[in-house]
Protein backbone atom coordinates (compact mmCIF):
# COMPACT_ATOMS: atom_id res chain seq x y z
CA UNK A 1 0.00 0.00 0.00
CA UNK A 2 1.44 3.69 -0.98
CA UNK A 3 -0.86 6.43 -0.21
CA UNK A 4 1.12 9.84 -1.52
CA UNK A 5 -0.03 12.91 0.37
CA UNK A 6 1.01 15.78 -1.63
CA UNK A 7 0.24 15.72 -5.10
CA UNK A 8 -1.66 18.61 -7.48
CA UNK A 9 -4.07 18.56 -10.66
CA UNK A 10 -6.00 21.16 -12.33
CA UNK A 11 -9.85 20.96 -14.26
CA UNK A 12 -9.19 19.85 -17.77
CA UNK A 13 -9.80 22.98 -19.21
CA UNK A 14 -7.20 24.79 -17.58
CA UNK A 15 -4.65 22.45 -16.82
CA UNK A 16 -2.05 22.74 -19.60
CA UNK A 17 -2.17 26.40 -18.92
CA UNK A 18 -1.73 25.85 -15.14
CA UNK A 19 1.11 23.47 -15.08
CA UNK A 20 2.98 25.46 -18.15
CA UNK A 21 2.96 28.55 -15.98
CA UNK A 22 3.88 27.50 -12.67
CA UNK A 23 6.67 25.24 -14.30
CA UNK A 24 7.93 28.77 -15.89
CA UNK A 25 7.86 31.01 -12.52
CA UNK A 26 9.55 27.94 -11.00
CA UNK A 27 12.76 28.42 -13.50
CA UNK A 28 11.76 25.92 -15.56
CA UNK A 29 10.87 22.76 -13.92
CA UNK A 30 10.27 19.70 -15.76
CA UNK A 31 5.88 18.37 -15.18
CA UNK A 32 5.84 14.86 -15.15
CA UNK A 33 2.29 14.86 -15.90
CA UNK A 34 0.17 17.16 -18.09
CA UNK A 35 -2.05 18.33 -14.64
CA UNK A 36 -5.37 16.52 -15.41
CA UNK A 37 -6.44 13.75 -12.83
CA UNK A 38 -6.12 11.53 -15.78
CA UNK A 39 -2.86 11.95 -16.05
CA UNK A 40 -2.03 11.55 -12.53
CA UNK A 41 -3.79 8.29 -12.02
CA UNK A 42 -1.48 6.81 -15.04
CA UNK A 43 1.51 8.02 -13.24
CA UNK A 44 0.66 6.95 -9.98
CA UNK A 45 -0.41 3.30 -11.85
CA UNK A 46 3.32 3.43 -13.17
CA UNK A 47 5.05 4.05 -9.43
CA UNK A 48 2.65 1.46 -7.49
CA UNK A 49 0.58 4.86 -5.86
CA UNK A 50 -2.57 3.02 -4.50
CA UNK A 51 -4.29 6.68 -3.37
CA UNK A 52 -3.49 10.19 -4.23
CA UNK A 53 -4.04 13.26 -2.39
CA UNK A 54 -4.78 15.96 -4.17
CA UNK A 55 -3.64 19.39 -2.87
CA UNK A 56 -6.14 22.59 -4.26
CA UNK A 57 -5.02 26.00 -3.64
CA UNK A 58 -7.08 29.22 -4.12
CA UNK A 59 -4.58 31.83 -5.05
CA UNK A 60 -7.41 34.65 -5.00
CA UNK A 61 -10.53 34.78 -3.24
CA UNK A 62 -12.41 35.40 -6.48
CA UNK A 63 -11.41 31.39 -7.43
CA UNK A 64 -12.27 29.70 -4.01
CA UNK A 65 -15.77 28.40 -4.63
CA UNK A 66 -14.53 27.32 -8.33
CA UNK A 67 -11.40 25.44 -6.86
CA UNK A 68 -13.42 23.83 -4.34
CA UNK A 69 -16.31 22.91 -6.25
CA UNK A 70 -13.30 20.75 -8.52
CA UNK A 71 -11.89 19.56 -5.11
CA UNK A 72 -15.39 18.18 -4.01
CA UNK A 73 -15.71 16.80 -7.74
CA UNK A 74 -12.61 14.25 -7.78
CA UNK A 75 -13.22 13.66 -4.25
CA UNK A 76 -15.96 10.96 -5.55
CA UNK A 77 -12.62 8.71 -6.91
CA UNK A 78 -11.70 6.45 -5.12
CA UNK A 79 -8.58 6.75 -5.77
CA UNK A 80 -8.57 10.40 -4.66
CA UNK A 81 -8.26 11.89 -1.74
CA UNK A 82 -9.29 15.94 -2.43
CA UNK A 83 -8.39 18.94 -0.13
CA UNK A 84 -9.81 22.21 -0.54
CA UNK A 85 -8.36 25.61 -0.09
CA UNK A 86 -9.38 28.50 1.36
CA UNK A 87 -8.28 32.38 0.60
CA UNK A 88 -7.54 34.73 4.01
CA UNK A 89 -9.26 38.05 2.25
CA UNK A 90 -12.23 35.58 1.36
CA UNK A 91 -15.53 37.33 3.22
CA UNK A 92 -16.98 33.89 3.02
CA UNK A 93 -13.83 31.62 3.91
CA UNK A 94 -15.38 30.72 7.59
CA UNK A 95 -19.05 29.55 5.85
CA UNK A 96 -16.58 28.28 2.88
CA UNK A 97 -14.98 25.71 4.93
CA UNK A 98 -18.48 24.57 6.26
CA UNK A 99 -19.70 24.00 2.64
CA UNK A 100 -16.23 21.88 2.24
CA UNK A 101 -16.53 19.96 5.78
CA UNK A 102 -20.30 18.78 4.91
CA UNK A 103 -19.54 18.10 1.13
CA UNK A 104 -16.63 15.32 2.71
CA UNK A 105 -13.49 17.06 2.37
CA UNK A 106 -11.11 16.05 4.84
CA UNK A 107 -8.83 18.80 4.60
CA UNK A 108 -7.32 22.16 3.66
CA UNK A 109 -4.31 23.11 1.48
CA UNK A 110 -3.01 26.71 2.68
CA UNK A 111 -0.06 28.38 0.31
CA UNK A 112 1.16 31.63 2.52
CA UNK A 113 3.28 32.40 -0.77
CA UNK A 114 0.35 32.79 -3.17
CA UNK A 115 -1.83 33.65 -0.68
CA UNK A 116 -0.24 36.41 1.24
CA UNK A 117 0.31 35.81 4.75
CA UNK A 118 2.43 34.77 7.48
CA UNK A 119 1.41 31.38 9.19
CA UNK A 120 1.89 32.76 12.32
CA UNK A 121 -0.30 35.86 11.60
CA UNK A 122 -2.75 36.79 13.78
CA UNK A 123 -5.39 37.66 11.49
CA UNK A 124 -5.47 34.08 10.17
CA UNK A 125 -6.53 32.74 13.67
CA UNK A 126 -10.61 32.66 13.43
CA UNK A 127 -9.93 30.46 10.07
CA UNK A 128 -7.56 27.98 12.20
CA UNK A 129 -10.10 28.35 14.40
CA UNK A 130 -13.15 27.03 12.30
CA UNK A 131 -10.66 24.20 10.97
CA UNK A 132 -10.58 22.75 14.06
CA UNK A 133 -13.86 22.95 15.13
CA UNK A 134 -14.38 21.40 11.65
CA UNK A 135 -11.86 18.51 12.66
CA UNK A 136 -10.12 19.34 9.28
CA UNK A 137 -6.48 18.96 8.34
CA UNK A 138 -4.69 21.28 7.33
CA UNK A 139 -1.46 20.81 5.07
CA UNK A 140 0.63 24.10 4.74
CA UNK A 141 3.19 25.05 1.91
CA UNK A 142 6.50 24.96 4.37
CA UNK A 143 9.64 26.86 3.70
CA UNK A 144 11.11 28.16 0.31
CA UNK A 145 9.32 28.38 -3.20
CA UNK A 146 10.84 28.02 -6.12
CA UNK A 147 8.39 30.69 -7.88
CA UNK A 148 8.96 33.48 -4.99
CA UNK A 149 11.73 35.69 -3.97
CA UNK A 150 12.43 35.83 0.12
CA UNK A 151 11.02 36.60 2.60
CA UNK A 152 9.27 33.55 3.00
CA UNK A 153 6.22 33.52 5.25
CA UNK A 154 5.55 29.73 6.16
CA UNK A 155 9.58 28.95 7.94
CA UNK A 156 9.70 26.62 10.70
CA UNK A 157 9.50 29.20 13.38
CA UNK A 158 5.90 30.93 11.49
CA UNK A 159 4.69 26.89 11.88
CA UNK A 160 5.77 26.67 15.03
CA UNK A 161 3.86 29.99 16.65
CA UNK A 162 0.84 28.86 14.48
CA UNK A 163 0.13 25.71 16.12
CA UNK A 164 -1.05 27.08 19.76
CA UNK A 165 -3.87 27.72 17.30
CA UNK A 166 -5.05 24.80 15.82
CA UNK A 167 -6.44 21.64 17.33
CA UNK A 168 -6.39 19.63 14.36
CA UNK A 169 -4.07 18.15 12.89
CA UNK A 170 -1.29 20.28 11.19
CA UNK A 171 1.06 19.03 8.34
CA UNK A 172 3.93 20.91 6.85
CA UNK A 173 5.25 20.16 3.69
CA UNK A 174 8.50 18.90 2.04
CA UNK A 175 9.88 17.81 4.84
CA UNK A 176 8.69 20.40 7.49
CA UNK A 177 10.08 23.15 4.95
CA UNK A 178 11.58 22.95 1.88
CA UNK A 179 14.93 24.84 1.70
CA UNK A 180 15.68 25.52 5.35
CA UNK A 181 15.96 22.14 6.73
CA UNK A 182 18.12 22.76 9.22
CA UNK A 183 15.69 25.23 11.04
CA UNK A 184 13.00 22.00 10.55
CA UNK A 185 15.58 19.90 12.45
CA UNK A 186 16.11 22.95 15.47
CA UNK A 187 12.44 23.99 15.14
CA UNK A 188 9.94 21.97 14.24
CA UNK A 189 11.04 18.42 14.90
CA UNK A 190 9.43 17.05 18.13
CA UNK A 191 6.72 19.23 18.02
CA UNK A 192 2.81 17.85 17.35
CA UNK A 193 3.23 18.40 13.50
CA UNK A 194 3.02 16.19 10.62
CA UNK A 195 5.85 16.60 7.61
CA UNK A 196 4.65 15.21 4.24
CA UNK A 197 8.20 13.87 2.37
CA UNK A 198 7.33 15.27 -0.92
CA UNK A 199 10.08 17.13 -3.02
CA UNK A 200 13.37 15.88 -1.12
CA UNK A 201 14.53 13.81 -3.16
CA UNK A 202 17.59 15.34 -4.94
CA UNK A 203 16.89 18.28 -2.93
CA UNK A 204 18.20 17.45 0.56
CA UNK A 205 20.77 15.76 1.73
CA UNK A 206 20.80 12.38 2.78
CA UNK A 207 22.59 12.36 6.26
CA UNK A 208 19.55 15.60 6.71
CA UNK A 209 17.35 13.18 5.56
CA UNK A 210 18.02 10.62 8.36
CA UNK A 211 18.52 13.32 11.34
CA UNK A 212 14.69 14.50 10.41
CA UNK A 213 13.57 11.12 10.72
CA UNK A 214 15.62 9.75 13.50
CA UNK A 215 14.63 13.39 15.58
CA UNK A 216 11.05 13.52 14.77
CA UNK A 217 10.14 9.97 14.63
CA UNK A 218 8.33 7.97 11.79
CA UNK A 219 4.89 7.79 13.70
CA UNK A 220 4.18 11.52 12.17
CA UNK A 221 5.80 11.58 8.77
CA UNK A 222 3.96 11.14 5.55
CA UNK A 223 5.08 9.83 2.22
CA UNK A 224 4.64 12.32 -0.66
CA UNK A 225 5.89 13.79 -3.97
CA UNK A 226 4.56 16.69 -4.98
CA UNK A 227 3.81 15.44 -8.09
CA UNK A 228 3.77 16.48 -10.84
CA UNK A 229 6.74 18.22 -10.01
CA UNK A 230 8.18 15.30 -9.15
CA UNK A 231 7.90 11.69 -9.67
CA UNK A 232 6.79 9.25 -6.16
CA UNK A 233 8.82 6.81 -7.95
CA UNK A 234 11.84 9.49 -7.22
CA UNK A 235 11.14 10.19 -3.74
CA UNK A 236 11.32 6.51 -2.89
CA UNK A 237 14.89 6.33 -3.84
CA UNK A 238 15.97 8.65 -1.16
CA UNK A 239 13.91 6.92 1.27
CA UNK A 240 15.23 3.64 0.27
CA UNK A 241 18.46 4.86 1.41
CA UNK A 242 17.52 5.55 4.85
CA UNK A 243 17.81 3.87 7.96
CA UNK A 244 14.53 2.62 8.47
CA UNK A 245 12.67 -0.64 10.33
CA UNK A 246 9.94 -2.39 8.20
CA UNK A 247 7.67 -0.80 10.55
CA UNK A 248 8.80 2.89 9.98
CA UNK A 249 8.75 2.26 6.33
CA UNK A 250 4.93 1.25 6.66
CA UNK A 251 4.14 3.98 9.00
CA UNK A 252 5.68 6.51 6.17
CA UNK A 253 4.22 4.82 3.25
CA UNK A 254 0.62 4.04 4.16
CA UNK A 255 -0.33 3.92 7.84
CA UNK A 256 0.28 7.31 9.00
CA UNK A 257 -1.82 8.49 6.08
CA UNK A 258 -4.54 5.98 6.95
CA UNK A 259 -5.09 7.31 10.71
CA UNK A 260 -5.06 10.38 9.61
CA UNK A 261 -7.56 10.51 6.82
CA UNK A 262 -9.58 7.89 8.83
CA UNK A 263 -9.47 5.77 5.40
Known sequence: MLIDFHTHAFPEKIAERAVGKLAFDAGGLDPQTDGTVQSLKQQMTVDGVDISVVQSIATNPRQQAKVNDFAIGINKDPAIVAFGSVHPDAPDALEELKRLAEAGIKGIKLHPEYQGFYADDPRMKPIYK????????????????YGFPPPYHAMPEHLKNALKWFDSPVVAAHWGGYGCFFEVLEKLCGEHIWFDLSFGYCSM???????????????????????????????????NTLDLSEEDRQNIFWRNASNLLKL
Open 205 to 239: PKAVAQAIVDKHGTDRLLFGSDMPWHRPAWEMRLL
Open 130 to 145: KISELGLITLFHAGQD
